[in-house]
């Protein structure tokens, strides 16, 4: 059996796990990284942190955040990683284990992961979208991921749900994340109250004692997803549209209004046909393997 292996590098630490063509986990290994390190010492924890798993493999796939270019398989820096900065990944890690390498942000990894290894796996095409800190997206189609020229498609997340809208974090205004997000939430809940939350797990817990509120933040911001999924659904035309991330936790407050409202207003050819739910949450690893069987076909 063809064996992958997947690397997640997030914030603080850098996990590699090997997995099976079915997605299970045969071996994992896991580094911690400090907030102030250069090129060379992350490069260096990076392919030893990968070394002891990289015997039987067909290919190494990698998901880290952006900003990266996904053609010359560089790290353009990192929010969470001073002092790094242009990262070879890709051309380090192919030299050093003569394997195929495969990068793409971590958005795009769990789109994949989803796509191979999730609830609607074996669709001819998916949207995916990842509810957290923001909106992200990524688009599967016949297996293979879709990101746009230059590699910067399906923001779903920086689409317009109201015109002159609440600030965004990406300068726009009215953007759907700033409604349907973890940022979205705590902004609109400081904005009507002046009480600072500090995660989404403590403004759904306010929905949950029926905040009069919060409620009404949920209400719109589910329907301003909604929508944009509506559009979304009506350009791409996808099998399922599959709802992964930290947010989706809770999604017995929002996922019915979420999928009706949808539902009630896409075409009508399209709704017999659509799937749409909730997805997995499989792990980073897994996404980044999911790159590896991508491009082999396993
Ligand atoms: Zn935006």
Do not use: W
């Amino acid at each position: 059996m063809k064996h992958a292996i997947g690397v997640d590098i997030g914030g603080g630490s850098i996990r590699v796990s090997l997995f099976d063509g079915t997605g299970n986990e045969q071996k994992s290994n896991l580094s911690k990284t400090p907030d102030h390190l250069d090129n060379d010492l992350f490069l260096k924890t990076l392919t030893e942190t990968i070394r002891p798993l990289a015997k039987d493999c067909i290919g190494i796939g990698v998901g880290s955040p952006g900003p990266l270019n996904n053609e010359t398989g560089t790290l353009l820096k990192s929010a969470n990683m001073q002092g790094l900065q242009n990262v070879p990944i890709k051309q380090t890690l192919e030299k050093e284990f003569s394997l195929p390498v495969y990068y793409e942000n971590d958005a795009n990894c769990a789109a994949l992961g989803e796509a191979y290894f999730g609830t609607y796996k074996g669709c001819e095409s998916q949207l995916i979208l990842t509810l957290g800190t923001g909106v992200g997206g990524g688009f599967v189609k016949q297996g293979e991921l879709y990101t746009g020229f230059l590699g910067n498609g399906i923001e779903i997340g920086h689409t317009t749900s109201v015109i002159g809208g609440a600030l965004c974090g990406c300068g726009a205004k009215g953007c759907v994340e700033s409604y349907f997000s973890t940022k979205g939430f705590l902004n609109r809940y400081f904005e009507a109250t002046n009480t600072k939350l500090t995660d989404a797990e403590s403004f759904f817990q306010l929905v949950r004692t029926e905040n009069k509120v919060a409620k009404e933040i949920l209400h719109f911001g589910t329907l301003a997803l909604a929508h944009a999924v509506r559009g979304a659904i009506h350009l791409l035309n996808p099998e399922a549209v599959v709802f992964v991330g930290g947010i989706t936790n809770s999604y017995d407050l929002f996922g019915e209004l979420l999928e009706n409202e949808i539902r009630s207003n896409i075409f009508s050819v399209l709704n017999e046909r659509l799937k749409l739910g909730k997805g997995r949450n499989l792990s980073g690893t897994l996404g980044a393997a999911s790159l590896v069987f991508a491009n082999k076909k396993v």
